[in-house]
């Protein structure tokens, strides 16, 4: 299949790229190359002769256009998005632009290739999403987004990915485009931008700075392994049934505060401190405004209709992690001058 990846130079983006081309896919990967974006996470795909690259904005719709025409893929990955909660507190425009107003393009120039094929019923566009577009659930473990739970996005991160979503189903109901779309929770793992909260902790760790935990650390995440995710993507869009939406998780709940010990007590092992334990540099800072309580997937319709089910636990694909971060500190290092990491950012309101 010939798949045209949006966002193939970012965290998650980069992991389909790499499992598509081993799995034998043509690649297109379609980036921008925005702050976020770093080609050494495609570089052990870039020498397949089934890999290319167009450097592309997916706010140019005139570039789109050419891109589709000149490669006229089978299947589109749509990844590409501004993805940092807290930047899009400081500066939504870019959100809104990208995530809504860019989706919007790459359904447009979709549809005119997919009109212009003839309308085949092969053809997949789909719509990477956050289950974060469901907004914050209470603790109660018995309550989990299922793919019907109602949207109710609680940041300008989450709207502008509501949005889009919406606009995906539209053009699906309105024009027939074939699409997919899936709804996932926090992913984690290899080249994860050194700005979120797991690479965050490791580097801080390894540096003896603060171990930054927003508010008490109570907030609970759903952590799935990244390329966990990367293979459950693959999956539905070979599978997938047109229309549908699929969530998308890890089966690992915790909270940010356990989380960030179980990343202490691993390090504790990979890189003993002369005396104490990494947990010992925790420091709770100022909370994230409008942070949401609690993310949870029911992962069932996936398990059920497509037999996926997520093969690492989070203690098993975090030690993969830290290891990953321990071995490349040159990927990381050189990323940690870019603008605004290392800042704390969103806080200001
Ligand atoms: N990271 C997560 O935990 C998570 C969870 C659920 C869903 N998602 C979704 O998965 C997708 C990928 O997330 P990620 O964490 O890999 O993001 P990322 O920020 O690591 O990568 C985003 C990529 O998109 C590119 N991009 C940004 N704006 C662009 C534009 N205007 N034109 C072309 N390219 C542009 C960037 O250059 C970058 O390579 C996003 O749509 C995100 O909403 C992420």
């Known amino acids: 299949m010939k798949l045209l990846v ?55 719709h005139a570039e789109l256009d050419r891109v589709f025409a000149r490669h006229k893929p089978d299947a589109v990955m749509h990844l590409a998005a501004e993805s940092h909660v807290d930047r899009s507190i400081d500066g939504p425009a870019e959100f809104i632009e990208t995530n809504i107003i860019g989706t919007f393009n790459m359904l447009e120039a979709a549809r005119k290739l997919w009109v212009e094929s003839g309308t085949p019923d092969a053809f997949r566009f789909h719509h990477i999403s956050t289950d974060e577009v469901f907004g914050s659930l209470p603790a109660d473990p018995g309550v989990q987004f299922t793919e019907d739970t109602p949207y109710d996005p609680r940041s300008p991160y989450s709207a502008s990915k509501a949005s889009s979503d919406h606009l995906v189903r539209a053009w699906h109901e309105t024009y027939g485009l074939p699409v997919l779309l899936t709804n996932c929770s926090n992913n984690y793992g290899p080249y994860h931008f050194p700005e979120k909260l797991i690479p965050v902790i490791i580097i801080n760790a390894l540096a003896g700075k603060p171990l930054p935990v927003y508010g008490d650390g109570s907030n609970i995440r759903d952590w799935l392994f990244v390329e966990d995710h990367a293979d459950a993507l693959l999956l539905v869009i070979e599978k997938g049934e047109v229309g549908r939406s699929y969530n998308i998780g890890g089966e690992n709940e915790c909270t940010n505060l356990e989380l960030v010990h179980t990343i202490c007590a691993i390090i504790d092992r990979r890189r003993p401190k002369p005396r104490g334990s990494y ?31 997520p093969s690492v636990t989070v203690e098993a694909g975090l030690v993969r992690t830290v290891d990953w971060y321990l071995e490349n500190e040159a990927w990381w290092r050189k990323l940690l001058e870019r603008h605004g990491v290392g800042e704390r950012l969103g806080v200001r309101v």
Request: net charge negative.
């Open 6 to 60: 949006t966002g193939g130079a970012g965290f998650i983006g980069s992991a389909v790229v790499r499992l598509a081309i081993a799995r034998g896919h043509e690649v297109v990967n379609v980036d921008a190359l925005t702050y976020a974006a770093c080609l050494d996470n495609v570089v052990e795909a870039a020498d397949s002769p089934l890999y290319s690259f167009e450097q592309v904005d997916i706010r140019d």
């Open 279 to 309: 947990a010992d540099q925790i420091t709770h800072v100022i909370d994230r405004p409008g942070h949401d309580a609690r993310y949870a997937i029911d992962p069932n319709r996936i398990r059920k209709e497509l037999g996926w089910r």
